[in-house]
C-alpha cells in the first residue's frame, strides 16, 4: 500500500506562483509514474501534468503547457508541481496519484487526499 500526502496549496492570486509537493509516506517514489490531478467544484476530475517512471519523461495538459512543470525530487522522496501565472481557472483541489504500471495513473492506482488551491482575480 502506499501512502500518499499532498501540500503546498494556498490562495494566491491571479499571475501569482505556488509549488504543491507530492510525498510517499513510508517508500519513495522509484519505480512508479506519477501524475497530478485537479478537481474543481461541479466538474470532473482531470488530468493536469505526470512524469514517467524511469526516464523523466513529462507530459501536461494543455491549459497548462508552458505555465506548470512536474519534476522529481533527486532523491525520488517528492514529486513537485510547479505552478507558474496562475489563473483563476486554476482553483481546484488538486491531487497526485502513483502507478507502477501506467505512465498517467488512473483511479485504480494510489490517491492522495488532496490539497486545495484558490486562484482570486
Known amino acids: 500500500q502506499v501512502q500518499l500526502v499532498e501540500s503546498g496549496g494556498g490562495l494566491v492570486q491571479a499571475g501569482g506562483s505556488l509549488r504543491l509537493s507530492c510525498a510517499a509516506s513510508?517508500?519513495?517514489?522509484?519505480?512508479?509514474?506519477v501524475g497530478w490531478f485537479r478537481q474543481a467544484p461541479g466538474k470532473e476530475r482531470e488530468f493536469v501534468a505526470a512524469?514517467?517512471?524511469?526516464?523523466?519523461?513529462?507530459v501536461y495538459a494543455d491549459s497548462v503547457k508552458g505555465r506548470f512543470t512536474v519534476s522529481r525530487d533527486k532523491t525520488e522522496k517528492a514529486v513537485y508541481l510547479q505552478m507558474n501565472s496562475l489563473k483563476p481557472e486554476d482553483t481546484a483541489l488538486y491531487y497526485c496519484?502513483?502507478?507502477?504500471?501506467?505512465?498517467?495513473?488512473?483511479?485504480?492506482?494510489?490517491w492522495g487526499q488532496g490539497t486545495q488551491v484558490t486562484v482570486s482575480s
Open positions: 496519484a502513483a502507478s507502477a504500471s501506467r505512465l498517467i495513473p488512473t483511479m485504480n492506482d494510489y
Open positions: 513510508g517508500r519513495t517514489f522509484s519505480g512508479y509514474a
Open positions: 512524469i514517467t517512471r524511469y526516464d523523466g519523461k513529462t
